[in-house]
């Protein structure tokens, strides 16, 4: 009983902390009151004030907590899996793999970019494979699992300075894709 009233009071305080980022995300370019944003939500009577919240900062608020949920359950499943309360995928290599992969694409292949998603992809599951091999010695343990991850992540990540140096007049469309940005998405997108 204890145990449930403990999670019961983490949701609470979870849905609590997001119903709050959701107002304080309000703040933008065309400063909205709160009950000018309800009455848009409500009643639809404002034009310009429901095209600002239901097509720009409704859609960006739910995408951003659909990206914040997976990114949870992703690192969840990793630290479980690994067994180790600090495995994340930049740890273990996967994400610097990824990025290498988006940085080859975008400053050497840019006539690939559409599908960009996907190579990012394979290099992610291309470091993940390489940490396995190297950490493989009579079965694989979760500790060399990590060791091999921070070798593969310190090398992958020698490879994104090299081609930072190496295109530095291009490298900021690069960072800009590898940072993520809601900036321009909408209902598609979500």
């Not at 960006?60 to 990114?71: E, K, M, P, S, T």
């Not at 091999?148 to 990540?157: D, E, K, R, W, Y």
Request: charged share 10%.
């Amino acid at each position: 009983m204890k145990l449930n009233k403990k999670y019961l009071i983490i949701v609470i305080g979870a849905i609590a902390l997001l119903l709050l980022l959701a107002i304080l995300s309000t703040v933008g370019t065309v400063n909205l009151e709160l009950k000018e944003i309800i009455s848009a939500l409500i009643n639809n009577d404002n034009k310009m004030v429901t095209t600002i919240v239901y097509k720009m900062r409704l859609p960006r608020n739910i995408l951003a907590a659909i990206v914040g949920a997976n990114l949870a359950v992703a690192g969840v499943l990793l630290q479980s899996v690994m067994k180790n309360p600090l495995a994340d995928p930049g740890i273990t290599g996967v994400s610097t793999g990824a990025s290498v992969a988006a940085i080859i694409i975008l400053l050497l292949l840019p006539q690939y970019t559409g599908i960009l998603p996907l190579i990012a992809f394979i290099g992610g599951a291309f470091a993940c494979i390489l940490v396995f091999i190297m950490a493989y010695k009579n079965g694989i343990k979760p500790g060399r699992i990590v060791l091999a991850g921070v070798a593969v992540n310190a090398i992958l990540g020698g490879v994104i300075s090299f081609l930072s140096t190496m295109y530095s007049d291009r490298i900021q469309s690069a960072m800009l894709w590898l940072n993520g940005s809601l900036a321009t998405k909408t209902w598609v997108h979500v």
